[in-house]
């Protein structure tokens, strides 16, 4: 699929003007089809694992240079081969010094129960939910302070502020009796292998140069 994906995207860098693809990728905005060039089907995207220098160089750029919000797509012109979206991944799920795993302090009582209860409300958000998750421990409310406190017990740093990684509160999610299974957002439609050879170059030859459209 990603191969076929890729000869329609792919003639993206010879066109000029901006066609709606809607109407020719079955099931897929043309926002889509872009972010599926731009994060996984371009070429020179290293989709290897992360190596022990470029995850350094992501922590010393981060901790360096941002103190507030954080520029990804800058950050990942320094790492070579490297998304936005895999900087961001990379930095929520492992590089982040002030994250704590399951595995290192395994969710208290009252995370289960904050987790539960937007869940509820936000389904399978996972990033949204453990942001939410991480603004209440962070607060340090009175309710949460023995959470905040022996998180951050956990931490090398103890001036950093602990949270939870995506990655754990999707996990747990995922085997809790609450979990409502549903399709991953965002992945191009099996619709898109109904076409044929033919149809495919002809729709790469409409396509237009999104990646300057959209800057």
């Given amino acids: 699929m990603d191969i ?17 693809l809607e109407s020719r990728v079955v099931g897929k905005s043309d926002t889509q089809c872009y972010q599926k060039w731009t ?18 160089l992501l922590q ?57 209860n937007v869940y509820h409300i936000k389904y399978n958000c996972y990033a949204d939910i453990t942001s939410e998750l991480n603004r209440t421990i962070q607060q340090q409310l009175e ?6 406190e022996t998180l951050k017990n956990a931490l090398q740093n103890p001036e950093l502020e602990p949270r939870r990684r995506v990655q754990d509160i999707a996990k747990h999610i995922k085997s809790s009796p609450y979990y409502i299974q549903d399709s991953k957002p ?25 990646d300057i459209a959209q800057q």
Wanted: charged share 30%; net charge negative.
């Fill in 143 to 148: 309710f949460w302070s023995i959470v905040n």
């Fill in 39 to 56: 994060r996984s089907l371009q070429p020179g995207i290293d989709k290897s694992k992360w190596s022990r220098e470029q995850t350094l």
């Fill in 60 to 116: 010393k750029t981060i901790l360096q240079d941002y103190h507030n919000e954080i520029n990804w797509a800058e950050i990942s012109k320094l790492i070579h081969g490297k998304t936005s979206k895999q900087c961001k991944d990379r930095w929520d799920n492992h590089a982040d010094p002030s994250i704590i795993t399951t595995a290192d302090v395994p969710l208290m009582h009252q995370e289960l129960c904050f987790i539960e």
């Fill in 186 to 210: 965002g992945r191009m439609s099996d619709d898109f292998l109904l076409f044929e050879e033919s149809e495919l170059e002809q729709l790469a030859c409409d396509l237009s140069l999104l």
């Fill in 4 to 20: 076929r994906t890729s000869k329609v995207v792919g003639t993206i860098e010879d066109k000029i003007s901006r066609l709606n």
